[in-house]
């Protein structure tokens, strides 16, 4: 399930780490943020999520001010060409579970973004205010590094601190972050945790079906072999009757759900117009097992 904005503040409330939420109009940009917290004194936070050619997702949060070169980023983490890049917006969603505008560090705390490579601007490490969204931009929180380590230890996560503006060093030390990189892609793990809560929870509940040849609801797998062994009123139609009877029988006599399995050669639709009947007969008796 994913991690609500309330769930989140109630998250850090109880793992006792001081906060002070401050409430504004929704923002989505850094600038927007400043004319409602620019009074409080604090260090405005700007964040890239990225992936490379291998799908794997990097959060960078870095000062605002941190001048971020994502191909030199790209040799140090040791990715393959292109490097990386601005993941796709659907990921946020999907992955972080925040909106446009929305992304923070916080939201590694939800269960799909738990192979996400959270990077923190070294410029952070020892802040007393850092200023982050909480899973929603009509909201900043304000936190302090200490308190965001603890947060990511509750997490079994590491704050990995960079120097975001450093270039590749020269020779075989280029790919100095390079341990950081998670064994598995993100979106697969991803997908896996989606899959297996979607599993669960059809689980718990009555699941449904649609049969394409009726193109109506009925109840899966076991009510479904019940009526393919059960077609007890087609075979009490007479065997001997005139082609026009028959039809006649099966439209007045025959479960509704059986003679609906067959499409209408005319209407190229389910149908039981007297006039069109005679058309797919043959086909409801291949159904109910007559021929």
């Known amino acids: 399930m994913a991690v609500t904005p309330a769930i989140l503040l109630a998250k850090l409330q109880g793992l006792d780490i001081p ?16 004319k409602y917290t620019g009074d409080d004194p604090g260090v405005d936070v700007k964040n890239l999520f990225l992936k490379d050619k291998k799908n794997r997702l990097f959060l960078v949060s870095a000062e605002a001010s941190t001048k971020v070169d994502l191909k030199a980023l790209g040799i140090r983490l ?16 999907s992955v972080l579970g925040v909106p446009l505008g929305s992304v923070t560090p916080l939201a590694v705390v939800q269960p799909t973004a738990s192979s996400v490579v959270l990077l ?18 009509d909201k900043t929180v304000a936190i302090s590094s200490d308190g965001l380590e603890a947060f990511l230890r509750s997490l079994q996560q590491e704050a990995h601190y960079v120097d975001l503006e450093a270039q590749p060093a020269a020779g075989a030390g280029q790919a100095d972050l390079r341990h950081l990189l998670p064994t598995d892609s993100n979106i697969e793990t991803a ?6 809560t979607s599993e669960s929870q059809s689980s718990s509940s009555t699941s449904t079906t649609l049969n394409p040849a009726a193109n109506m609801p009925i109840k899966a797998k076991n009510a479904n072999a ?9 075979e009490s139609v007479p065997p001997l009757l005139s082609m026009q009877d028959l039809a006649t029988n099966i439209v007045q006599q025959v479960n509704p759900k059986l003679a609906l399995q067959c499409v209408c050669q005319t209407c190229s639709a389910p149908c039981v ?19």
């Open 120 to 137: 923190l601007d070294q410029k952070l490490k020892g802040q007393e205010r850092i200023l982050v969204h909480p899973l929603t931009n």
């Open 78 to 93: 040791g990715v393959p060409k292109p490097g990386v890049r601005m993941a796709p917006s659907e990921l946020l969603e």
């Open 19 to 34: 906060t002070e939420v401050i409430n504004h109009p929704a923002v989505l940009t850094v600038e927007e943020a400043n």
């Open 226 to 234: 019940k009526e393919a062994k059960q077609p007890a009123k087609a």
């Open 273 to 291: 117009a007297w006039e069109h009947v005679i058309v797919y007969v043959k086909c409801i008796l291949v159904v109910s097992n007559r021929l």
């Open 191 to 196: 997908e896996k945790q989606a899959e297996s």
